[in-house]
């Protein structure tokens, strides 16, 4: 590990990575080609180029590797590019750290640099088609849509006529709308006195229209005796047990001590899963962290994570009540719709995209593979190395018991064992039987070849979203085979034994 000051000198490869932590890819369609334009030529007059081989000071080890090498610049604006800009967000992690505190208490973190996490982001606004698969691993389905923009504008348009009164952005055709999510409109269309905001880069909520309901919902709910519906006593249970408390908190920092929570100040918190961290003047002020607000203490994490649970989980077997964001499934009147917009990100009549509809719904919407890059398609599948889309329900999870003996590689469905490498450290995971055998995914046996030289089996006759039925007949090693557990609570993960070498 080189000293900071070393690495930071730009002459020693591989020593100093500080983006690893998130990057984010706008997408632009045609439309947005005048907004480019602006952008670039705002950062030409504010002199915003970037040389990378000044950066530290002199790196010798940022290249182009592929493409156009003809040029190498970048340039960035300050404060990053206009909300109102016609793009579709989209997040990425290029590899991970192991972050334990015991474990790493007192050594630095262990990097692990074929981990890539992403995301189709509509936690803001939703405009385009955009989706998304790891690069060089064929087993993980896409996420997002492939369907053609013209078919995604249509969709968009028929919601904001079937929900009229939801504000959409500005500047756009009526064909063509960007629509933004709840918290974005609690954010962005009200002042800190509950007023319309003239200035919203959106338009305004009109009377009557969904996010008045929306409000009339909420307000209801916090009576002292609100309606006895699945609704109102979720919304009640997270404002009292969560956010207000968080509300006290902030309340005693100087930042927030004179801060008058008013209703769309405490929906923009409800919708957007965020501390109060803020004060009515607008100035931001950190140091309250929603997720610790009740402590940090075993008991107290494990409230917080069933308190997100009633919020964000969607309806399935397991869960079949579903979360305050899904209540579109149940509630038969609209009006009563905790967030329609969610409805349109995952609803079936609309665009049924794996993507973030809020901001912790990443059961679906976040992905984690072993991978070496990304792919981004719009529009369609070409370029696409699995064209199936990415259903969650039906994921199988195998985590290989990591004793003396290290795991080599494993085929899927197959007797074969060249499907994929394991890595030796951290041998699992994640596949989808049903791409493998379309469509039922099963019988499908697992294949892993150890370091020992031997072959070890498994078979599923049931894979999800039916309960996983594991069978050993005929495989290599009926006692491996025999030993390998179903999770109890993550009935996809599968675990096996080790194999210790005397």
Known sequence: MLPFSQAAAGTYKDSLIDWWNGGRVAIYDTLGKDAITTNYNN??????????????????????????????????????????????????????????????????????????????????????????????????????????????RKILTQWVKDHPGWPVYKGFPADHPRIPEAHTVFFDAFLANDTLNTNSELTAPTAGGPIDNMIKLYLGCMKATPPLTDTCQRIQTLEKTLFQPNLAIYKSFDCGTNFNATVTWQLRTLYGWVPYNFNEKGVKCTG???????????????LYQQLSNSYRLDQTAQHPQPGLQYNFRTEKDSKLWFNPYVELIHGANYLNMRNYAFSIDDAVGFQSHKADGLIFAVGGTRGLQNPHELQPNEVVNVAYGNGSSKWKSVGLCSKSVDTITLDPKFPSFDFYPRNIIVPTGAPCMVSALNANGKVYQFIMNAVPPDPIKLDCTGVTDPAFCSGINIVPNLPDHLTTPAINIK
Not at 78 to 93: A, I, N, R, S
Not at 288 to 302: H, I, R, S, Y
């Open 43 to 152: 950062d030409v007059t504010n002199n915003n180029f970037i040389d990378p081989t000044t950066l530290p000071s002199g790196n010798q080890f940022v290249e182009c590797v592929e493409g156009d090498c003809g040029e190498v610049k970048m340039f960035g604006g300050v404060g990053g590019l206009p909300g109102g800009d016609p793009t579709q967000l989209t997040e990425m992690t290029f590899g991970s750290a192991l972050t334990d505190a015991v474990t790493y208490k007192d050594i630095p973190f262990e990097w692990i640099p074929g981990d890539v996490g992403y995301n189709v982001s509509a936690v803001d606004s939703v405009y385009m088609p955009v989706a998304m698969e790891p690069l060089n691993n064929p087993l993980i389905p896409y996420i997002g849509s492939v369907k053609p923009p013209a078919d995604i």
């Open 288 to 302: 309250n962290d929603l997720a610790l607000t009740l402590g940090t203490d075993k008991n107290a994490q494990a």
